[in-house]
């Protein structure tokens, strides 16, 4: 039995109590009291209707708050299906990041071994260059010692026969990241060193110095057809003799502004190992010892990020 209905049989009770006492003294009343007391009656009779009419309100009331309360449990239910479906969507997303993750970070270890196979390579081939440039062929023409020296390099690093802009060069480093830088070693007046070599210094010497430096500037104008970035490096190369680099004074700038470097034999191998060794070293701009440990660090962050998913989801 509700608390409600308790409430109705109480109060009915206690209306038949009154009746019943009222009753007993309308023996010994007169008439008018018997009236009285069927008024009475009736009013309590009239109280009684009124409060059954406000009990089963309030029961119609309860009916309603128990359906709203069990329509909140449906929703919340649903809520809790709907939570397990997402966190159950949440983990695979999470998951195909984590092993996209663990991919990136395989391919960037990738790529940091072959740097160091890379610098490796390049120590052993300054190590055969060393052994040609102080050995029996030190007395061969300086284009030959440079070609020679070029082709001691790896294989992966000078690139001979490069076509660019419809020409060939004679040979082309090939940098990290796939750029070439065409190198000419090529020199045809070999007769005007000859001469200068020959001459007394004077006037006549003075003139043959000129004339070389403008066959110079012949040369570094045709290697700069060479140039074509972002192919090659927005500049290349000339290699001359050391005598026609000595009698050289304002050639140099000259093929500067046209994006040609002018070197004597003697330092050109060393310059483009200079330049490999930079790009190799700072294309990148990064530390790899550094880069080792903070992908160690990532991978372990990873792993502890996937076994709390894991833990949360089962849950």
């Excluded at 052994?131 to 023409?141: D, L, Q, S, T």
């Excluded at 060069?169 to 990241?177: D, Q």
């Excluded at 020959?198 to 430096?213: Q, R």
């Excluded at 104008?221 to 090659?232: G, M």
Aim: hydrophobic letters at 45%; proline letters at 4%.
């Amino acid at each position: 039995m509700s608390a409600l209905e308790l409430a109705v049989v109480v109060v009915l009770a206690v209306a038949l109590v009154i009746l019943a006492v009222a009753l007993l003294r309308s023996r010994a009343a007169p008439d008018r009291a018997s009236q009285d007391l069927v008024t009475r009656a009736i009013q309590v009779s009239a109280d009684v209707g009124g409060l059954r009419t406000q009990v089963e309100t309030l029961a119609a009331h309860q009916t309603i708050i128990q359906q709203g309360l069990a329509a909140v449990h449906d929703v919340v239910r649903a809520l809790e299906t709907k939570l397990v479906e997402t966190g159950s969507g949440i983990k695979t997303d999470l998951g195909r990041d984590l092993q996209e993750a663990r991919r990136v970070i395989d391919e960037i270890r990738t790529v940091q071994e072959v740097r160091r196979q890379h610098e490796q390579a390049l120590q052993q081939a300054i190590g055969r260059i060393e052994a040609v440039m102080v050995g029996p062929k030190r007395g061969e023409a300086g284009e030959q010692i440079v070609a020679a020296a070029l082709r001691l390099l790896p294989a992966s690093m000078v690139e001979q026969g490069y076509r660019v802009n419809g020409k060939i060069v004679e040979f082309a480093l090939v940098l990290p990241g796939g750029r070439r830088l065409a190198i000419d070693s090529k020199w045809t007046a070999g007769d005007l060193l000859q001469r200068l070599a020959e001459t007394p210094s004077g006037p006549e010497s003075d003139a043959l110095a000129e004339e070389i430096e403008r066959n110079v500037g012949r040369r570094a104008r045709e290697v700069a057809q060479y140039v074509r970035p972002p192919d090659t490096l927005p500049w290349a190369v000339a290699a001359v003799p050391d005598p026609a680099y000595a009698a050289c004074r304002k050639a140099h700038l000259e093929a500067y502004r046209s994006g040609v470097v002018v070197i004597p034999y003697s330092l050109t191998v060393p310059y483009l190992l200079t330049v490999y060794q930079l790009h190799l070293q700072y294309a990148g701009s990064v530390d790899m010892e550094r880069l080792s440990t903070a992908l160690t660090q990532v991978e372990r962050h990873l792993e502890a990020l996937d076994e709390t998913l894991e833990n949360k989801v089962a849950r």
